[in-house]
């Protein structure tokens, strides 16, 4: 039910009805109560509950922690002063999705942690790098202005571009 009301965007209902499932204690089923952490996590981002939205993100696993819940969980480790932990977060983010926000913030911190080159073999290793779906100019524009090489990239981008303009 919470799903269907962040859906048609009732995200306090959403909310008050995640949260009192989480609250009872009675969800014995692990991806169920994840499920609920995340809707409730999401709905109280949208509502301003920072207070609320931190607490569950820093319970949930690092899974469940996609789109704008993985960005909050790594601003969250550096407001709380764990950049080492902010950064091994956004590794592990990176690791499976490239996120142009999350790459900014990763290569901040690596610069400042001196640790570059980790960064730039999780890029450089992600499967959709690897496997050519990456096709988004401004990510790779970003990864190209941040440093990394991204040549292959471009060049397929631009292949990609002509087969499109052709058909």
Sequence with gaps: MADILEDIEDNEKSFEIARRCLDSGEIDDEDLRINAMTIAARTAMKLGKKEAATKLVLEMPVSQLKGGLGKMAVQLKIELGDKEGAFELAKTLLSTE??????????????????????????????????????????????????????????RYTVLRRARHRT
Excluded at 127 to 139: S, T, V
């Design 98 to 155: 490239l996120d142009g926000q999350i790459i900014e913030t990763a290569n901040s911190l690596a610069q400042e942690l001196g640790r570059r080159k980790e960064v730039q073999e999780i890029i450089r290793t992600n499967p959709d790098l690897e496997k050519g779906r990456i096709h988004d100019p401004e990510l790779i524009w970003q990864l190209d202005r941040l440093g990394y090489d991204v040549s292959d990239l471009h060049e």
